[in-house]
């Protein structure tokens, strides 16, 4: 039986760190998704700059993609 | 259009250009996932720097991607002297080259105020935190006043955990 936090953050409630200081909180509660900021201090800053490469080789290929197909 | 910063900073470097990355990818760097379609630096200007951008991107097809009429970059050498950016589009990406940067000083100050990273394709200059934070508020936009709130929380929590880089 799962309980209903964990299904909360299942459904995607994020689980503010306890050791969260002043800063973190206001971007949280401003509603940035902090997850993403902790998965992203988890990598190397070289890391951090491969993963942004694939991502806007993505972007750019799903633009390009669109404005094939006629997208505005 | 591709967007491909690792080889515009390695061609950037084997020109002979000092620079400092600042920006978006800078936002990056620090750990803040961003999307950002452009590379600025920052470094210093005149007639013999522009030349190394130029070297650096000449068969990219550059051009200054704020004209109208977007001017190929070796139309305009009679220019080099007078400029003070340069916003160029290439085959490459979008490379967009200052002489300072608000909120921090030119290139000098920026120096003083950037990190050496090695990196597996070479060493390269980038805003240090601070100055990044500093540099993004005095920008004002919306998207940077929202990536300093990113950073800020970066930098806590950097603060709290000596091994997160």
Known sequence: MIDEETLAQMNGKY????????????????????????????????????EHQQAIDFMIELQESGKAHGAK | MAQNDQALLMRLK??????????????VYHG?????????????????NIRKIESA????NPVHRLTA?????????????????????????????????AGLGGYRQVFEQSILHRMSFGEFRML???ALIV???????????????????????????????
């Open chain 1, 15 to 50: 689980v503010c760190p306890p050791d969260a200081g002043p800063a973190w909180r206001a971007a949280m509660e401003y509603g940035f998704d902090m997850s993403l900021i902790e998965a992203s201090l988890k990598l190397t800053p070289e890391q951090r700059l491969a």
């Open chain 2, 14 to 27: 084997d020109s002979g250009l000092e620079f400092v990355v600042i920006g978006g990818l800078c936002v």
């Open chain 2, 32 to 48: 803040v996932p961003v999307a950002t379609f452009d590379l600025d630096i920052c470094c210093p200007f005149g007639e013999d």
């Open chain 2, 57 to 60: 991107v000449k068969d990219l």
């Open chain 2, 69 to 101: 009429n977007k001017l190929p970059l070796e139309q305009t050498r009679d220019s080099f002297k007078d400029l003070k950016n340069v916003y160029l589009q290439t085959d490459l990406g979008k490379l967009d080259c200052l002489s300072e940067v």
């Open chain 2, 128 to 130: 240090n935190l601070d």
């Open chain 2, 135 to 165: 540099a993004k508020t005095a920008a004002g936009r919306q998207k940077d006043l929202d990536a300093v709130r990113l950073l800020e929380a970066v930098k806590e929590k950097k603060t709290q955990r000596k091994d997160l880089f």
